[in-house]
């Protein structure tokens, strides 16, 4: 054999090996990989995750099947305790709301996120105040003046879970406005947005998804969103009013801003080829026309976030709800 050909030859063979040996370190899950929920059923976070199975499923993402588990004891912290000791166990993924951080101080369970592998920020979620669409409650003044007047404690704000986002937003508003509500915790967001459907409570901070059902029925009607601008959606829901025409609380006079991780981690010790299957996963399904329907249903905060910079903002939400939950008086004995 010539000496060029025989070098072409050598090269094409150290190629393939090349190819052979990436092919081999790539991963990918050999077996059914668990979503941990940690929250129940019809809540935010437990319809994004069944979103996202859906989609894997309909465009084939995974060759295993994504089975979704709703672990809500705890205020979450079953979920996040069983990832926790599945180390090193690439087939186990959780969706973390802000119970990330509100859990942990609240309970004192033994977890902080750095338990955890972060993999990606899939969205950030609204809460918007909601009331019963029969209530005279027309603007936030209205709702105001109403709280205010009421005997202290007589106000019902519906939310999910104790010393959570909800209640940590529900005494907010109490320090801004002077007036004290009774609190009533539910298991997840869905049965939330029921309880106010049925005048069971006077107002909820629900994330858009979970009641923009009963808005379009007519049932509910947003008063005002907990951010620093509108949301940019702007096709009409209900009453020819889209989410973009819902006036941010701080532009009424309630001086209040919150907006919720939705973001995935893995268990412990996960390898980078592991994490970087899942973040191209995710990339994939945010791809998709289902995801981008989603996204406009439940009017999030499309930000999508990785590696070093998803850490840093975790660590920066890590303080921030440390401060919040210590003003309300909410933080476990010993944190």
């Known amino acids: 054999m010539k000496p060029f050909v025989l070098n072409v030859a050598l090269a094409a063979i150290a190629m393939s090996c090349a190819n052979s040996t990436a092919s081999r370190a790539a991963w990918e899950p050999v077996r059914p990989v668990e979503f941990i929920v940690p929250a129940g059923t019809g809540g935010g976070a437990d319809q994004m995750a069944r979103t996202i199975q859906g989609i894997v499923t309909k465009h084939n ?15 979450g912290g079953e979920g996040f305790l069983d990832v926790k000791t599945s180390s090193g166990n690439p ?12 859990t942990p101080l609240a309970t004192g369970i033994p ?13 950030l979620d609204e809460f918007v105040l909601w009331v019963n669409a029969e209530k005279p409650y027309n603007s936030v003044k209205d709702y ?11 106000f019902k704000m519906g939310g999910t879970g104790s010393k959570q986002e909800d209640q940590i937003i529900t005494v907010g508003i109490e320090k801004v406005i002077d007036a004290k509500f009774t609190y009533i915790p539910y298991k997840g967001g869905g049965e939330v947005a029921v309880q106010l459907v ?10 858009p998804i979970e009641a923009v059902a009963q808005w379009r029925g007519g049932k509910l009607r947003p008063l005002c969103v907990f951010d620093a601008q509108p949301m940019a959606y702007d096709e009409p829901i209900a009453d020819g009013k889209a989410w973009k025409d819902i006036p941010t609380c701080k532009s009424q006079g309630l001086a209040m801003e919150y907006l919720m ?15 970087e299957y899942y973040v191209e996963l995710f990339k994939k399904v945010r791809a998709t026309p289902e995801w981008q329907e989603f996204m406009k249903n439940g009017a999030f905060n499309t930000t999508f976030l990785a590696g070093a910079d998803y850490a840093k903002w975790i660590e920066a939400e890590e303080k921030r709800h440390e401060g919040l939950m210590k003003e309300a008086g909410f933080l476990a004995s010993g944190n």
């Open 198 to 207: 049925g005048n069971h409570v006077d107002s909820t901070v629900n994330n």
């Open 61 to 75: 993402l995974m060759k295993q099947p994504l089975v979704v588990i709703n672990k809500a004891g705890g205020a």
């Open 144 to 154: 105001v003046d109403a709280a205010k007047k009421a005997p202290s404690g007589s």
């Open 261 to 275: 991780l939705r973001g995935i981690f893995m268990s412990p010790k996960a390898t980078k080829d592991q994490i």
């Open 111 to 123: 977890f902080n996120w750095k338990d955890l592998t972060p993999v990606a920020m899939l969205a």
């Open 91 to 102: 087939h186990k993924i959780i969706i973390t709301l802000s119970n990330l951080f509100t």
